[in-house]
């Protein structure tokens, strides 16, 4: 299928596909986003943000609901079904919300602010359950393990944090880069996690010692 909307603006684009694999939502900075059946091809609904533009969207693991941000920093939580708003997410120390995590089997939600620190809602009351801070320069992402328990947050400050999602608490600092850490993965079945960073390595740590398993290194 081909896609088309009503704007081939794709600006600040994107897209993500529900668990089933029956529908995918994207947008392209536009103040909408919109879902697709991957069956039929066509559009089922548009999300609508209050604000200027749509700039990234996540969908929950159940397939139930989305959430959906702008550049502006507000996010909206989303009944995939329909595409109505159900809430608004917003902790008072976050300027601006850039980036979303949901959590796996779970109606919690990780988000990124830019003052250095990741809140963690509560998607069925949108009452803010954590606020992680401890780097000390831009937070580029959050990471969240299958089982829930932990999150990781990467940084420019070349580090990545690991946090107990239940306490609140930082559990390890990882600090083998020198360059800034732009990503991190949970692995799937187990406990490791894998870093990435401009210094061109990739690191594997076990995240309950914080201990590296291997290091890898052989991009130029």
Excluded at 20 to 34: I, N
Excluded at 87 to 102: C, I, K, M, Q, S
Excluded at 163 to 188: C, I, K, Y
Aim: overall charge neutral.
């Amino acid at each position: 299928h081909e896609l088309i909307g009503r704007d081939r603006r794709w600006m600040n684009a994107g897209v993500d596909v529900f668990p089933d694999g029956q529908r995918l939502v994207t947008w392209s900075g536009r103040p909408t986003a919109t879902i697709w059946s991957t069956v039929t091809g066509k559009a089922q609904c548009e999300l609508r943000l209050m604000a200027l533009d749509v700039v990234g969207a996540a969908v929950f693991p159940s397939g139930a609901r989305l959430v959906a941000w702008s550049s502006d920093g507000s996010a909206t939580l989303f009944h995939a079904a329909t595409c109505e708003a159900e809430r608004n997410l917003w902790a008072p120390t976050l300027e601006a919300l850039r980036d979303f995590v949901p959590f796996p089997q779970s109606d919690r939600v990780a988000g990124v602010g830019d003052e250095r620190m990741v809140a963690v809602w509560n998607a069925s009351t949108s009452a803010v359950l954590h606020e992680f801070r401890g780097h000390s320069s831009r937070i580029n992402g959050v990471a969240v393990a299958a089982d829930g328990n932990r999150l990781a947050t990467y940084s420019s400050d070349t580090t990545a944090l690991v946090w107990d999602t239940r306490t609140g608490r930082t559990m390890f600092t990882l600090r083998q880069h020198w360059g800034d850490v732009v990503s991190a993965r949970f692995f799937p079945s187990d406990d490791r996690l894998v870093t990435a960073a401009t210094d061109r390595l990739a690191i594997i740590w076990n995240s309950t010692t914080g201990r590296i398993i291997h290091r890898l290194a052989g991009h130029s």
